[in-house]
């Protein structure tokens, strides 16, 4: 089994979660690190990019209740730019 802890792409979806304040906000968060770690364990390299692909998607929810959260007062505006700046890292590194 590969051990996806090691993986820069899976690194950096962990650490923009560890990162949230409360990820109540972004239920979504969570699905994008387990996505990404299940994408990296699969032998099958078709079934691990298109894993990585719906990791994308998964990018662009999270973003999205983030900024619902910020919208709505739950979330600083230097907390939403940094987690937002995170994701939007994430997301360029899954596409390329």
Do not use: C
């Not at 968060?29 to 719906?54: F, H, N, P, Y």
């Not at 709505?72 to 390329?96: N, P, R, W």
């Amino acid at each position: 089994m590969v051990n996806f802890h090691e993986h820069k792409l899976w690194q950096e979806a962990y650490v923009a979660l560890m990162d949230l304040e409360n990820p109540e906000f972004t239920p979504s968060a969570k699905d994008v690190a387990a996505t990404i770690a299940d994408s990296l364990t699969r032998q099958d390299r078709r079934a691990g990019r298109e894993l990585l692909q719906i990791a994308v998607g998964l990018v662009a929810k999270t973003r999205t209740e983030l900024a619902v959260a910020w919208g709505k007062g739950l979330v600083t505006d230097e907390t939403f730019k940094k987690i937002d700046d995170q994701y939007a890292t994430l997301s360029s590194s899954l596409q390329s």
